[in-house]
């Protein structure tokens, strides 16, 4: 049975820092990629940081310089460390593994809330 599960969520003031964790399990955790997306209030849901199975990385532009997305293939968890904290970061964040091999193979978390505000 899979399982994600995100944690350290949380209420943080502007310039702040929070770690997400993404814990999975019941696939090949390596053999996927695995992304961070997040969805505010009344917008879409937006891709925030993807790390592929051969560890190259991409960001969006808007979190660039701020966020830095890594895994553990060991432990079958991915982190997104988020630094200079804004209001606009404020978010539902969800964990997403996607197969490399069959991108409609996929599995995600039930989320995250991030809140910044002072």
């Known amino acids: 049975q899979v399982h994600i599960v995100e944690s350290g969520g949380g209420l943080v003031q502007p310039g702040g820092s929070l770690r997400l964790s993404c814990a999975a399990s019941g696939f090949a955790f390596s053999g996927f990629h695995m992304n961070w997306h997040r969805q505010a209030p009344g917008k879409d849901r937006e891709l925030v940081a993807r790390?592929?199975?051969?560890?190259?990385?991409i960001y969006a532009d808007s979190v660039k310089g701020r966020f830095t997305i890594s895994r553990d293939n060991a432990k079958n968890t991915v982190y997104l460390q988020m630094s200079n904290l804004k209001p606009e970061d404020t978010a539902v964040y969800y964990c997403?593994?996607?197969?490399?091999?069959?991108?409609?193979?996929?599995?995600w978390g039930q989320g995250t809330q991030v809140t910044v505000s002072s």
């Open positions: 997403q593994g996607l197969n490399q091999y069959n991108l409609r193979d996929e599995y």
């Open positions: 790390i592929f199975v051969n560890g190259q990385i």
